[in-house]
């Protein structure tokens, strides 16, 4: 399947995509950053540190323990825009992610970060707005959990919106640590 995803522009580039056949999670972001893309590892900066807080996962548990999958909604760097990266490619979570998914038998929970992986997870279910989809977390669960992007940019947000932390984060800790434990 590698060889498949591969992009021709891109074939010297590592894929960023992490689906062991054992994983009970996944994890959608928009896309690997440059960081990741340069460092050839998904999630080791500051935001997969605050990642891993709010999921109550150490990190060797994270790379590790092959109870986790990685599947971004684009599995390259897009490139920088005006106002941040370029988004994922059109089209690209929709001719992959199912076929990752149906080698994935295990799975129960789809944390979605963003509104990209919310986009495409929760079509026809999303709320106004990010900040409204991540409010309404509950009606998307036992599958889906929607959060926002635990970048160090989101700081503002998360002051804006303390019910986030107090009580969304602990709400995914709660699932992720079952889920791991079975």
Do not use: C
Not at 11 to 29: N, Q
Not at 43 to 57: A, I, T
């Amino acid at each position: 399947m590698m060889k498949k995803i591969r992009n021709i522009q891109n074939k010297a580039l590592t894929l960023f995509f992490s689906a062991p056949k054992e994983a009970r999670i996944v994890i959608v972001g928009q896309a690997p950053g440059i960081k990741a893309q340069e460092n050839r590892l998904y999630w080791k900066d500051k935001s997969g540190d605050k990642l891993r807080l709010w999921m109550g996962v150490d990190e060797k548990t994270f790379y590790s323990s092959n109870l986790l999958a990685i599947i971004p909604m684009d599995f390259y760097y897009p490139g920088k825009g005006k106002s941040g990266d370029l988004p994922p490619r059109k089209d690209f979570g929709e001719k992959w992610h199912n076929k990752i998914l149906e080698l994935l038998p295990d799975v129960e929970l789809f944390i979605l970060i963003g509104k990209y992986a919310q986009g495409f997870y929760l079509k026809g279910k999303l709320k106004d707005n990010l900040t409204d989809t991540v409010h309404a977390y509950k009606e998307y669960l036992p599958k889906f959990f929607p959060i926002v992007h635990p970048s160090p940019l989101n700081i503002r947000w998360l002051k804006k919106n303390p019910w986030f932390e107090e009580e969304v984060v602990p709400k995914l800790k709660e699932m992720v640590t079952k889920i791991m434990e079975r």
